[in-house]
């Protein structure tokens, strides 16, 4: 809104033109994060609405309804911070300290999509030392998703301590991290990441498997898999390949 004011000084006539403006800002993202009522911090706009006006004189206020010079004349209630369902539009007024005058302009405050993380595992070997500490990175998760991690719930709710791409776990065999996953509006999820070290197969060497030449050809028939047991020490979880050379 401008208004022109005209002052008369012997008897020529000036044009003074004051003048304030409200920027049109975006829209606000607020993160759905399942938490009810929202919080939104309203404020986070001023800059945008302000540009270059000096905000020692020109004031921003955040209304509801469309502000009419009536409303702003009377008892107003401003808002910083909204408890409400959203999306919502909101009303930004700029108003000249100097002049009582002010400019109106209006941005909506909607969620960002949720991300939605879900706990997973992550499933390695153990490495050449039998001692189950190895290697993990993002590529390792049975459910992909996060792709930074902590050490702590507490590290991942105040995103610090990040570890590295490749971190290892530090309880053998058995561990727990945090996955988390960031947009570029800042809304992020965190997910509980459980770490599982499989040891290594043990492989004994083999006595050597023998038969019977029954018509004293020099062919026979081998079964292999009659060696099984003995080349995983009895271990029945794991499975041989058996490669002829």
Known sequence: ????????????????????????????????????????????????IL???????????????LPTVEDYQEIYPFIDAYFGSLPKTFYASVRDSNTGIFDV???????????????????????ETPDGISTFNKNNLIYSGPDIF????ADAQANINRLP?????????HDIVYGAKEDS????DIAIIYLY??????V????DLEVCDDNLDGFATFDLSNKDDEITNDNGSSSILLIIS
């Open 197 to 202: 070290v499989n040891p290594r197969p043990v």
């Open 105 to 127: 302009t209006s941005f909506v405050v909607k969620f960002n999509p949720s991300i939605n993380l879900r706990d997973t595992e992550a499933i390695v070997c153990d490495d």
């Open 51 to 65: 540009g270059s006006q000096d905000p020692d004189r020109f004031f921003v206020g955040y209304h509801e309804i």
């Open 204 to 207: 004994v060497t083999p006595t």
């Open 165 to 173: 791409y490749n971190f290892t776990n530090i309880n053998p065999y």
């Open 150 to 153: 902590y050490r702590t719930l």
């Open 185 to 188: 509006y800042g809304c992020y």
């Open 1 to 48: 809104m401008k208004q022109l004011v005209m002052f008369v000084f012997c008897g020529s006539l000036s044009i003074l033109c004051f003048s304030q403006v409200a920027n049109k800002p975006s829209d606000l993202i607020v993160c759905n994060i399942g938490v009810y009522p929202i919080v939104v911090d309203l404020t986070v706009k001023n800059s945008e």
